[in-house]
């Protein structure tokens, strides 16, 4: 079974910035749409930006538009700028075959994808 691993996580104060990254071991996921999700302490898990197979046409929730920025090549890249308080949560990463577009991957629910990681914690202190 393959599993999603994330890396890049950790602690840092609001205005900085830290960048994240997700893949698999001997693993291209050419064919799949990737995103970012998160779910923040007594919360639910919600998206945060997702890239199409081709690496074109980002989508990002509002909440974090202007300020992260996701891109792929092997790897999937989430950069992080201008964190907040409020965006203290576990990041996972996520791979859907059947997502034809970014926009999907915010739409649709979470048994849709193929494959998941296990999340990195991001924190940041005010």
């Known amino acids: 079974q393959v599993q999603l691993a994330e890396s890049g996580g950790g602690s840092v104060q609001a205005g900085g910035s830290l960048r994240l990254s997700c893949g698999a071991p001997g693993r291209t996921f050419v064919n799949y749409a990737m995103g970012w999700f998160r779910q923040a302490p007594g919360k639910e898990r919600e998206f945060v930006g997702a890239i199409r197979r081709s690496g074109g046409n980002p989508y990002y929730a509002d909440s974090v538009k202007g300020r992260f920025t996701v891109s792929r090549d092997n790897v999937l890249y989430l950069q992080m700028n201008s964190l907040k308080p409020e965006d203290t949560a576990i990041y996972s990463c996520?791979?859907?075959?059947?997502?034809?577009?970014?926009?999907?991957?915010?739409?649709?629910?979470?048994?849709?994808?193929?494959?998941w990681g296990r999340g990195t914690l991001v924190s940041v202190s005010s």
């Open positions: 996520a791979a859907c075959l059947h997502c034809t577009t970014a926009q999907t991957m915010a739409r649709v629910g979470p048994d849709v994808m193929a494959y």
